[in-house]
């Protein structure tokens, strides 16, 4: 199965199983041989074997979810981890993890229809779904380990788009997000380094990315603006917004209230 479906505006077609992968594969060599006791500062609390484990876990539990093509909210999350005896073998555990996911996704049609709690209603949600889970977490590791972390751009601004089309379903799991309500008052974040632009407007009922309109013909009353791999890991809080590799401009009352609710 190749996902490679993007809602985004000026979005390119990405192949979010080979991402997947790809991305996996990063990981497991930033992690193979390193002290996996290292804090992970963007996740507080955490170690890089608890980042390790979360990331293998939540692919295991996403394959678990495509295999079956469930068509409803599962009631448990209970799935056969395999954890490793020792900290040791969580390199290669993580590896096996994207083994076992790639599986999954090979044998499964990315349009055949089942629940999820995001916008798209079919199996190609939980595919990207979990490309971005891997990403983030994989840039996670390199901040532990002090290295700079780097994101292609195309993967960078899909990851911008699915964060901001799912986020209004989010209070599953983010409840704070139910918060983000307004009198129509719209944030623009546009990426600077390629074609990108998402009109978010909330309004009393909800909030949403503005539908079948071109968001750079709306005047917008807060504008985020920064490369597209900037704007994703500032959506995700691994980017501060006073950062210099990222503007923001407008109503800063806004932009508090976003930033303040919109933790995924």
Not at 230 to 246: I, Q, W
Request: one cysteine or more.
């Amino acid at each position: 199965m190749s996902t490679t479906d993007q809602s985004g505006p000026g979005s390119v077609p990405v192949d979010h199983s080979a991402a997947v992968a790809a991305e996996t594969a990063r990981f497991v060599a930033l992690v193979k041989g390193v002290d996996l006791a290292t804090p992970v500062p963007s996740c507080p609390g955490w170690t890089l074997v608890d980042l390790v484990r979360h990331a293998g876990s939540v692919q295991r539990w996403f394959s678990v979810l495509l295999r079956a093509l469930v068509q409803e909210r599962p009631t448990s999350r209970d799935v056969e981890l395999r954890l490793p005896e020792h900290e040791d073998g969580y390199a290669d555990w993580l590896a096996a993890s994207a083994a076992e996911a790639a599986g999954a996704i090979a044998g499964t049609d990315p349009r055949a229809p089942m629940w999820a709690w995001g916008v798209d209603q079919h199996a190609e949600f939980w595919v990207r779904r979990m490309l971005f889970e891997t990403l983030v977490h994989r840039v996670d590791a390199e901040l532990a380990l002090g290295l700079r972390p780097a994101v292609d751009p195309e993967l960078a601004a899909d990851g911008v788009d699915e964060f901001l089309v799912n986020l209004p379903f989010a209070t599953l799991f983010a409840p704070n997000v139910a918060n983000l309500r307004g009198d129509h008052r719209t944030v623009r974040f546009r990426c600077t380094d390629r074609d990108g632009d998402w009109l978010v407007r909330l309004r009393p009922d909800g909030f949403g990315v503005d539908p079948d309109t071109d968001p750079a013909a709306v005047p917008a009353d807060a504008t985020v603006e920064g490369s597209a791999a900037d704007l994703l890991l500032l959506l995700y809080g691994r980017l501060d917004r006073g950062a210099e590799a990222v503007e923001c401009r407008g109503d800063q009352e806004l932009l508090e209230l976003w930033f303040a609710n919109s933790e995924f």
